[in-house]
């Protein structure tokens, strides 16, 4: 079946300094790719997607690249800030299904 | 104007008793979905429903019951509340295929 794997968390880091938070999925179709986040006390929000292999999509000075080739869709920052703190979900939705699949969530602190 | 609301934000309850969670959405989307959320911040589906008819319905104890009066509204019934079910419960939305989803504030439910 369909699945999502990313990396444990909980990841803390100082502010400015450059972030990566791997993502790794598996499907039997073409999924789309998403990245989520989740701020203390709030619902996920939609960061960023992408549709098909090598699209990037960016928001927020966040970038993650579609790899068909390796199955990724890693989650980049050049400069985090302090405001980035809160909990990363990476997920997948094939052709045809209603199910989003998420990974288990990455916590992120950011230290000022 | 908060597109997908839910009620009530908190829920505190006793072991063995009946409660009920509401979904309205004002977005129009044809799917919507119940997500429970552990503590350790894994999000697991629970059901989906489009326009008013169960497509997904995961392994979820029967005491949990989805009921969908109209294309807005998704509500959840639980009866004889379980420790186990103390989480946080998220409804969520999806327009077409593909799209991203749209979350609710969350209602976190704690059984004592």
């Known amino acids: 079946g369909n699945s999502v794997t990313q990396m444990e968390g909980p990841v803390t880091l100082s502010e400015e300094a450059f972030l990566t938070i791997n993502c790794t999925y598996t499907?039997?179709?073409?999924?789309?790719l998403f990245w989520y986040v989740q701020y203390p006390g709030e619902g996920l929000q939609l960061l960023l997607k992408?549709?098909?292999?090598?699209d990037k999509g960016s928001n927020k000075g966040f970038e993650a690249t579609y790899r068909k080739e390796t199955t990724s869709f890693h989650l980049e920052k050049g400069s985090v800030q302090v405001s980035d703190s809160a909990v990363y979900f990476c997920?997948?939705?094939?052709?045809?299904?209603?199910?989003?699949?998420f990974g288990k969530g990455t916590r992120l602190h950011i230290l000022p | 104007d908060t597109a997908v609301s839910q009620t009530p934000k908190y829920l505190v309850t006793q072991m063995g008793n009946d409660k009920s969670i509401k979904c309205e959405q004002n977005?129009?989307?044809?799917?919507m979905y119940w997500y429970k959320q552990d503590s350790k911040k894994f999000l697991k589906i629970m059901f989906s429903?489009?326009?008013?008819?169960?497509?997904i319905n995961e392994t979820v104890p029967n005491r949990f019951s989805p009921k969908s009066p109209d294309k807005a509204h998704l509500n959840l019934h639980i009866n004889s509340l379980e420790l186990g079910d103390s989480a946080v419960y998220f409804c969520?939305?999806?327009?077409?295929?593909?799209?991203?989803?749209?979350f609710g504030n969350g209602t976190r439910l704690t059984v004592t």
């Open positions: 969520a939305t999806r327009g077409a295929d593909y799209s991203p989803l749209h």
């Open positions: 499907a039997t179709g073409y999924p789309s």
């Open positions: 992408a549709t098909k292999a090598d």
């Open positions: 997920a997948l939705s094939d052709v045809g299904d209603d199910k989003i699949i």
């Open positions: 977005l129009g989307h044809d799917t």
């Open positions: 429903y489009n326009n008013k008819e169960l497509i």
